[in-house]
């Protein structure tokens, strides 16, 4: 059966975990509503930061509250809280389950509800459902319901209570540390060019590289100013001619056997006093 409550109303639960389901109505101009969760001790106050279920931190380090993806349903947008009430700390006395929307206030918001489902249960009706409808118009946090403890058991209370200050306001007023600074800090200036516009810093020098210490032949750097010894011009070097005739000019084509290089007769030719040797046995006539 399920329970239609009231603001201020009860219902206790028979459930050990359950789901709050925020539902809302999209269409023009309405804001998008996240649905969160407080864990509160005994002073009405988070034991600490990491109590605060919401959209930057869907998931208590317990595991034992949970913030589910949003869905689309016939119905309209929904936004899940699940929590295993049986489960939890006995330091938890409440858990409370909130609705904000910072892009607007709720008066924007259709058809808000919450709606209790036996989270064990995959299908089935709603164990209770709570209208939730601002009460002046401007708020841009509400406290939709909250679960409690009593004795040994849990129950439920609808509150709809709202808040004008969005969901900052709604985690500091339960002993939220929330840090404003970083967001109302605004861009890091941009650092100021150098006062002296002809200063330089100077380039780095050039490494030069050391002798390959595996090489089978080292090569030792020149002198700045003359060309390596790769490089260096080498003095031509004349082919060594046949046994017994003159060297050959360096650059002219080797003659055939027995006769002697162009430039070598030529010089000969010049000297008055050359004479040519005796003719051998092979050129006289019989």
């Not at 430039?263 to 006093?273: K, S, V």
């Amino acid at each position: 059966m399920t329970h239609a409550m009231l603001k201020g109303s009860n219902v206790p639960l028979d459930a050990t975990a359950v789901r709050a389901v925020l539902r809302w109505t999209p269409g023009p101009g309405v804001p998008d509503v996240d649905a969160s969760a407080l864990l509160l001790g005994s002073t009405g106050k988070v034991r600490s930061d990491e109590d605060f279920v919401f959209y930057n931190q869907p998931r208590h380090p317990s595991g034992l509250v949970r913030r589910l993806p949003k869905r689309s349903t016939p119905d309209g947008l929904t936004d899940t809280v699940e929590a295993d009430l049986a489960s939890l700390d006995p330091s938890v006395d409440q858990v409370v389950i909130a609705a904000s929307c910072d892009e607007a206030a709720f008066e924007q918001v259709r058809d808000l509800r919450i709606s209790l489902y036996d989270a064990a249960a995959a299908d089935g009706e709603p164990l209770a459902v709570f209208d939730v409808r601002a009460e002046t118009g401007e708020e841009t946090a509400i406290i939709c319901g909250e679960f409690y403890r009593r004795g040994d058991s849990w129950k439920f209370r609808a509150v709809g209570q709202g808040y004008p200050t969005g969901l900052v306001g709604l985690a500091t007023e339960f002993g939220i540390s929330v840090d404003e600074s970083a967001a109302g800090a605004g861009p890091e200036p941009a650092p100021e060019p150098s006062a002296s516009p002809t200063s330089f810093t100077p380039a780095p020098p050039v490494a030069v590289p050391s002798p390959d210490e595996h090489a089978t032949v080292q090569h030792q750097q020149p002198a700045y100013g003359y060309p390596q010894p790769s490089q260096a011009p080498q003095p031509a070097q004349a082919p060594q001619p046949a046994y017994g005739y003159p060297q050959p000019a360096y650059g002219y084509p080797q003659p055939a056997y027995g006769y002697p290089q162009p430039a070598a007769a030529a010089a000969y030719a010049a000297d008055p006093n050359f004479v040519l040797p005796p003719q051998g046995p092979q050129f006289i006539r019989p």
